[in-house]
């Protein structure tokens, strides 16, 4: 990925970062739908994207001139923002990557997007609850069944089903990381079949099992506590 990118394409298919980064869009605009639902973008936003996150991109006529920033092994809340200034961003990063991040990070004001569609209103509740049933989502807003998947994956370029495995992943993978249940407990919390389960959805997601994630974290925390 390149700090600087002037994108001149009608749109960018769905495709997955392995690494937390923020986009800062200096000029354009472009729509962004992904696993933390749909953002309007436009000059001066900020979205801010967690590690393994997929989303695709749909640009306006006039493309779009977005600033980079890598933010490897940095926690964020994924989501978008605004910027008062991005330029300044811009100039202070010609200079200092570091100085333009802690500029970028300081001045962000974080906001809510309010949804287009019904896609946006399944996308958000699936965030909210990766066990929630399709079937009666559908039902309770009466839509059918082939409706919700052919109308979701016309916006988001994946189907709900899937959408929901990525959730439900993502939310596993923040409590191996950042708690010290049991594996075994955060399966059975997120509505996994079984801990295999569980773990095939992790590693599907990231490459790497749930063993190995919480020992990564778990080797951050005595690191910490040694710095301590």
Same mark, same amino acid.
């Given at each position: 990925?390149?700090?600087?990118?002037?994108?001149?394409?009608?749109?960018?298919?769905?495709?997955?970062?392995?690494?937390?980064?923020?986009?800062? *869009?200096?000029? &354009? +605009?472009?729509?962004?739908?992904?696993?933390?639902?749909?953002?309007? *973008?436009?000059? +001066?936003?900020? %979205?801010?994207?967690?590690?393994?996150?997929?989303?695709?991109?749909?640009?306006?006529?006039? &493309?779009?001139?977005?600033?980079?920033?890598?933010?490897?092994?940095?926690?964020?809340?994924?989501?978008? !923002?605004?910027? !008062?200034?991005?330029?300044?961003?811009?100039?202070?990063?010609?200079?200092?990557?570091?100085?333009?991040?802690?500029?970028?990070?300081?001045?962000?004001?974080?906001?809510?997007?309010?949804?287009?569609?019904?896609?946006?209103?399944?996308?958000?509740?699936?965030?909210?609850?990766?066990?929630?049933?399709?079937?009666?989502?559908?039902?309770?807003? /009466?839509?059918?069944?082939? !409706?919700?998947?052919?109308?979701?994956?016309? %916006?988001? &370029?994946?189907?709900?089903?899937?959408?929901?495995?990525?959730?439900? /992943?993502?939310? !596993?993978?923040?409590?191996?990381?950042?708690?010290?249940?049991?594996?075994?407990?955060?399966?059975?919390?997120?509505?996994?079949?079984?801990?295999?389960?569980?773990?095939?959805?992790?590693?599907?997601?990231?490459?790497? /099992?749930?063993?190995?994630?919480?020992?990564?974290?778990?080797?951050?925390?005595?690191?910490?506590?040694?710095? *301590?």
């Amino acid at each position: 990925m390149r700090m600087w990118q002037s994108i001149r394409a009608s749109a960018l298919g769905r495709h997955l970062h392995e690494e937390a980064y923020a986009a800062l *869009v200096l000029s &354009g +605009g472009y729509e962004e739908a992904g696993d933390h639902g749909r953002f309007l *973008v436009k000059a +001066g936003n900020v %979205v801010f994207h967690e590690q393994f996150e997929a989303h695709l991109d749909r640009f306006s006529e006039t &493309g779009a001139v977005v600033l980079n920033f890598r933010l490897p092994g940095c926690s964020l809340t994924p989501g978008i !923002a605004k910027v !008062a200034d991005p330029d300044s961003i811009a100039r202070t990063a010609e200079r200092s990557r570091r100085d333009a991040l802690n500029l970028l990070f300081s001045s962000a004001i974080s906001e809510t997007p309010q949804p287009a569609d019904w896609p946006d209103l399944l996308a958000a509740a699936l965030v909210q609850n990766p066990s929630l049933k399709l079937s009666q989502w559908g039902e309770t807003i /009466g839509i059918a069944p082939w !409706a919700v998947s052919r109308g979701f994956a016309l %916006v988001f &370029g994946v189907s709900p089903e899937a959408f929901r495995a990525r959730t439900r /992943g993502r939310h !596993a993978l923040n409590s191996i990381k950042n708690t010290d249940a049991p594996l075994a407990s955060i399966a059975a919390e997120l509505g996994f079949s079984d801990q295999s389960h569980m773990t095939r959805s992790v590693k599907q997601l990231t490459g790497i /099992g749930p063993q190995a994630w919480r020992s990564v974290a778990n080797g951050f925390k005595t690191r910490r506590n040694i710095d *301590v």
